[in-house]
């Protein structure tokens, strides 16, 4: 056993400490030391991976990673073919998840839990993100200085900014009466065989209800999903459940053992050895009452967020997520900041009802790297801003066509380029708000149609005008000739 | 479902007529937002954005940056620019912490369909609006 001195970051004082060993709090720990910025990383758990350790139960992920890609392995524009791994200047820290899957079966490009699992330990070897396990978060108190201090089981840590990346992973049931009588999502029992021949309601039609039902079609005799809001699958990419979990839905939708239904559930009550579950129905008003063996709740998760109440965090989403700032800081207690899937609290713009990649580690890895960066800065570290070579046009259509994270974060994070050729990534929500010299932002976005168009906005003598261009079907700006013209007039 | 999120829209007058089923599908189908004190939340000139109808706070409609409203809890803005698409003609500011529903652009016109007294209680108060703008130009 080794003694609390042996491992890192021993209690004491910090500019920055990131409480998490999941991808939130891995990237973060890397940005802030290719930044220079000292920090301590504490983690509950005894080894590197977060939610990804229990979750998703039966099904893979969601995201991809492609072992083979147009673009080379390890290169940035690979990041859009590899969604899973974290990102790093050294080579060999990169597509970390991609390579575990290289030694897999490859039948899918979407990992398993175990895969994601070694891809994240590879990722903190590889990296060299060091991480004191077995350390807790407890309780959180402001200094009268505006200092933060975390209470952990191994000490108190005193810092100026706190960087909260511990997922949303807090088990969170509606509501309902008589709910308390039956397990949430994250606490079913994984041995399928145990739903055979049973019949199951999941309440909820998100993502974790349809991973169950995929999961348990094989074995259940029928799977019933109840919530109040239909499934909408207008836009592929805007819909509320993946391409991957909607076998269930079509199942549904032709006819066979599972229904999905839109109701708002009144009360769920002990019948016989089951439950009968009373619901009122939404989008064809009614009364319904549906039984069954099981019911499970998979009505989400929330934030851990602890005492962070206590000093001013606010909350939306019922008390969910943290509201936030655009650069990730609570929008009501300063110092407090979060990585990984609570940045889904800084909305960003939701142009056209388009939300942000933030919920999951494609999106956040990339909120993640701007956190370190503004951080240092909030620091007072002087960090240089990288200037391009050669026309700023080019330089424009190159990004639209392979910047990885402004075409992972549709119309919240954007390219900005000062007339002075200084470059930089920065979420959209600051850049439209913000004073400062003439520059052109580049985005990439999408609508409600689901077409994608790269969208350039321009500031000038502090008002922000919007230039959208049209989209390509190769997706390739540096090539087209109208794409060239148009920037060219717009900067 | 949270039960003080629909109580809370339920004491909305927007929201006056609609059944309790009805209230939890809008709650878990729109997001709620929250804004700090001087956050823009309609940008003049910038499209895509939505309705707002404010659960907590105020709201100052700023033109050319001079005040042209305030708005409290249970009025809305962002209607007029995600019904006909058109940008905002003035910014929204929140002049304190700023607690709204969001309703994004794309989705105003189906919302409006599956509840109509909301569409109702919206005409009426746009209605009263534009009452008080004759009168005050009369």
Redo the contacts between chains.
Sequence with gaps: MEGIADRPFPPGEYPVVVVGSGPGGLQTSYSLSRLGVEHAVLSQDDRPGGMFRRWPIFERLLSWSETEAVAARGTAEYELHDQNSLLADEPGARACVAEVMLGGDRTYIVPTRAEMEAGMAAYAERAGVAVRYGCSWESTRREDDGSLVLTTSDGEYRCRAAVFALGVTEPWK???PGVEDVPHYADVDRAKERYAKLDVIVIGKRNSAFELADGLEPWARRIVLI???PVDTSVVSLSTVRVRYMQPLEHHQIGGGTLAL???IERIERYGDGFRVHA????R?GELVVEADVVIAATGFRAPLRDLADLGV??????RIP?L?PFWES??APGIYFAGNATQGA?G?????VGSSSAAVHGFRYNARLLARHLAQSLGHDILTARIEGGRAEHLLSVLTTAPDIWTQK?YLAHVLAEDGSAETVPLAYF??SVGPDAVAATIEM??SGQVYPVLYRRRGG????HVLPPHPLRDYRASEEHRREVASII | MNGTEIESLARLALFAGLSRPQLEAITHAYDEEMFPEGQRILRKGLTGAGLYVILDGVATIVLNDSEIARLGRGEFFGEVSSLLGDAPTADVVASTALRCLVIPEPKVEEFLLANPPVALNMLRAEALRLSETLQWKG
């Design positions: 509606s509501a309902i919530s109040p809001r839109d109701a708002a009122s129905g939404t989008t008003p606010a909350t939306v989403g019922q008390g509201a700032t929008a009501t909305a713009l939701r142009r056209h009802g119309a439209v708000d609508n409600a008002g922000v005008t919007e």
